[in-house]
T-cell receptor, first 114, second 112 residues
Framework: QQQVKQSPQSLIVQKGGISIINCAYE??????FPWYQQFPGKGPALLIA?????SEKKEGRFTISFNKSAKQFSLHIMDSQPGDSATYFC?????????????FGTGTQLKVEL | NAGVTQTPKFQVLKTGQSMTLQCAQD?????MYWYRQDPGMGLRLIYY???????DKGEVPNGYNVSRLNKREFSLRLESAAPSQTSVYFC???????????FGQGTRLTVV
């Protein structure tokens, strides 16, 4: 059973466009929602993260939108660039339980075309 | 990848063979994790260690054992490899109260 559902599975966006990836979660104990970026042959790396006490967080071209009542969060990549082509994973965890055991979504393969 | 060394990078095993994947971090963080990544399934937690001397099961622990040798090292052992364990394995670490988990470059394991 997938506790964090991610869509779409793959996404093609034109350079300069907006990439949007969506995630939904079930466990209301989750209180930390990061997005990880992974390039081929590399491990995932933290891109941006949000806590449920805010509805939006922006870092450069990357924005997380968070809807606590709907149990959904999304990643927006503005002015998408070819260098953004990678696999993106949403994740969730409960920090109050100690440690940071992440539950990941299934990933979105993003391709940004010229 | 920041502060973590995973070995080996690639490995081919025959069914029934055993092996140990090694992970070492130099950031002096308490928590360490082993994940496996399979196509279409994201990353799934196998085992984790909140601190030296403690380990606990994650989502998919069957067929694996772990050892937290010291604060730096966390190893994953496959006692009798099965084709279903063909995967890419990632070690990760982080502070207990820190929100970022740092991942290694992964070990690509094929069991034939």
């Amino acid at each position: 059973q997938q506790q964090v559902k991610q869509s779409p599975q793959s996404l093609i966006v034109q350079k300069g466009g907006i990439s949007i990836i969506n995630c939904a979660y079930e466990n209301t104990a989750f209180d930390y929602f990061p997005w990880y970026q992974q390039f081929p042959g590399k491990g995932p790396a933290l891109l941006i993260a949000i806590r449920p006490d805010v509805s939006e967080k922006k870092e450069g071209r990357f924005t997380i939108s968070f809807n606590k009542s709907a149990k959904q969060f999304s990643l927006h990549i503005m002015d998408s660039q070819p260098g953004d082509s990678a696999t993106y994973f949403c994740a969730a965890s409960s920090l109050t339980g100690g440690g940071n055991k992440l539950t990941f979504g299934t990933g979105t393969q993003l391709k940004v075309e010229l | 990848n920041a502060g973590v060394t995973q070995t080996p990078k690639f490995q081919v095993l025959k069914t029934g063979q055993s092996m140990t994947l090694q992970c070492a971090q130099d950031m002096n963080h308490n928590s360490m994790y082993w994940y496996r990544q399979d196509p279409g399934m994201g990353l799934r937690l196998i085992y984790y260690s909140a601190s030296e001397g403690t380990t606990d099961k994650g989502e998919v622990p069957n067929g694996y054992n772990v050892s937290r040798l010291n604060k730096r090292e966390f190893s994953l052992r496959l006692e009798s490899a099965a084709p279903s364990q063909t995967s890419v394995y990632f070690c990760a670490f982080g502070q207990e109260m820190n929100t970022e988990a740092f991942f290694g470059q992964g070990t690509r394991l094929t069991v034939v």
